[in-house]
């Protein structure tokens, strides 16, 4: 079973060395496809295998292929789907798609995951915790450089690097964040906020992805524009992007801080009352809580005793097919409810700068 | 040149011969000093505007149905519009926005040249070389690329090309 590699009481790649009250990830994703094969809209059924074929054998020969595992998609059962989905390491998209398409995943202090016959023949990304965006950059870079050698791309002087989107063409390349806006959420600035997104190329969806729910004051905010500037470019730009939604979430929280402190201070310790005393918590309401406490220890309102900042994972580690991970036997929708809170008390309780609160 | 219809409630006489009604205006712009002068078929013959008199049909509905064969012309070559590598028509290109193939780019080059700069603001793909931004064009290729943008005033195009003029200069200066 896939999850047998894994720890499913912490994702150690999100509770990385670096942590940020804003910001759980941070992910950079090159879209390629190869040169001789139609997109995947007008492929030859014929030509799927072999284009497979082609991409795993040069997987084959890189020096990270031993380290992490290749996923075909159609070997995995629906529950592993959703498990890497909730992960954030495949796309609802390739867990839907044929035969001869997959995933090849490698989780270590960060985590890469290339997507086969996806939308475009090949996505390769790495996440890492927080905001450490040159060290992805690099990382990626390095891992493409090793493959881009193996494989010949579709590329013209004029377009760059052609992808099956138009959004896509030019340098192929993506940066995204998962950050953490209850202030700017609150504080009912998202109109302004969105608007200065725009102006910098920059675009925002829910926790899960394109037209999903923004529970728990998640969002992937990620860049639109791929052509007509460089990675490099690229990637100043959306440095100065994170700078800007740091600045209007920390402004925003400030102005919550000295508007109405007090409701503040009621809502995140009657919320640390349900996490102590809650015999049930859907996982909706879960995300909401941890909002609520990020927002506290990040405001001070709760005491982290200075020794680390909020697990972002727990996020990920609440949602039913990790907790499900955690039991023997298969669990009904309230069963589920009463163990997230018991997972949840137990998060709190047994890491050691949360006693205070919760003990 | 205007083409002032007959079907107008006030009839304007020419201003030359003042006799018979009005058709055509002309409007010069001479040092920043715009003049309107109205004349009827006859006057605007004699006073040379013989040839821009020919390329305007003589009444509106002639004018209106020649704009609209032209649109016909449009929306049919769009229609017939597809990549001769995987298949792909234009018009389902439109509606999924998903190319079919790497050939679709230079198929339906002309037509997303529109779209793909409202959603890049930018039409040239450009990478990084050691102190700054570079085309994979050569000096020269750009500079022809540059005319043929102003020419066919696609002005947006015509702006980052002259970019990436200015920065390939600047390499080589």
Redesign the interface.
């Known amino acids: 079973m896939i999850w047998d590699n894994y720890n499913n009481e912490s994702i150690p790649w999100l509770r990385g060395p670096v942590q940020d009250s804003i910001f759980l990830s941070t992910r950079i994703r090159f879209a390629r496809?190869l040169?001789g094969?139609?997109?995947?809209?007008?492929i030859y059924p014929s030509d799927l295998e072999q284009l497979y074929k082609t991409i795993k054998k040069a997987l084959e020969n890189t020096s990270f292929y031993s380290l992490g595992k290749l996923y075909q998609t159609s070997r995995l059962l629906s529950f592993e789907k959703k498990y890497l989905i909730e992960r954030h390491l495949i796309s609802s998209d390739l867990s839907r798609a044929g035969k001869y398409s997959g995933a090849f995943i490698y989780e270590s202090d960060s985590a890469l995951s290339i997507l086969i016959n996806e939308?475009d023949h090949l996505r390769i990304s790495q996440v890492f915790s927080s905001t450490q965006l040159e060290d992805c950059y690099i990382k990626l870079s390095k891992l493409y450089q090793e493959l881009a050698g193996k494989l010949d791309y579709?590329y013209?002087?004029?377009?760059?690097y052609?992808?099956?989107?138009?959004?896509n063409?030019?340098?192929g390349m993506r940066v995204s964040f998962l950050c953490h806006l209850p202030g700017i959420v609150s504080a009912d600035e998202f109109e302004g906020f969105q608007k200065g997104l725009t102006a910098m190329?920059l675009s925002l969806r829910g926790f899960y992805g394109e037209g999903s729910q923004a529970y728990g004051n998640i969002f992937q905010i990620y860049s639109?524009?791929?052509?007509?500037?460089?990675?490099?470019?690229l990637l100043k730009s959306t440095g100065q992007g994170l700078e800007f939604i740091r600045e209007k979430e920390f402004e925003a929280r400030e102005k919550l801080k000295s508007k109405s402190f007090f409701q503040l201070e009621d809502a995140v310790w009657r919320t640390v009352g349900i996490i102590k005393y809650a015999r049930a918590i859907s996982s909706t309401d879960a995300l909401r809580f941890l909002s609520t406490l990020w927002l506290g220890y990040s405001l001070g309102i709760l005491n982290s005793s200075g020794h680390k900042s909020f697990p972002p994972d727990l996020f990920i580690l609440v949602q039913p097919v990790h907790l499900q991970l955690l039991l023997e036997e298969p669990l009904s929708a309230r069963e589920m409810d009463v163990f997230r809170a018991q997972f949840i008390r137990k998060q709190f309780r047994d890491e050691t700068w949360y006693r205070e609160q919760f003990d | 040149m205007d083409n002032a219809g007959n079907s107008k409630k006030e009839r304007v006489l020419c201003q030359k011969c003042h006799k018979n009604p009005a058709q055509i205006t002309v409007i010069q712009v001479i040092g920043g000093q715009k003049t309107e002068l109205k004349l009827c078929e006859k006057c605007a013959q004699k006073a040379g505007y013989e040839d821009q008199l020919r390329q305007f049909p003589q009444n509106e509905e002639g004018m209106i149905s020649e704009l609209l064969s032209k649109l016909n012309e449009e929306v049919e070559k769009e229609q017939n519009l597809f990549c001769p590598n995987c298949g792909l028509t234009f018009l389902e290109f439109k509606s999924a926005l998903k190319f079919g193939c790497a050939n679709c780019y230079e198929a339906f080059e002309k037509k997303i040249v529109p779209m793909l700069s409202k959603i890049h603001h930018a039409t040239w793909h450009v990478r990084r070389k050691p102190g700054g931004e570079q085309s994979s064009l050569t000096l020269k290729e750009l500079e022809n690329k540059l005319e043929q943008a102003v020419k066919d005033e696609r002005f947006e195009e015509a702006a980052q090309l002259r970019d990436l003029i200015k920065e390939q200069k600047n390499d080589l200066g």
């Open positions: 496809n040169t094969y139609n997109f995947k809209s007008r939308e579709a013209s002087s004029r377009w760059g052609l992808t099956a989107c138009p959004t063409c030019g340098t190329d639109n524009k791929s052509l007509g500037l460089s990675e490099k470019a």
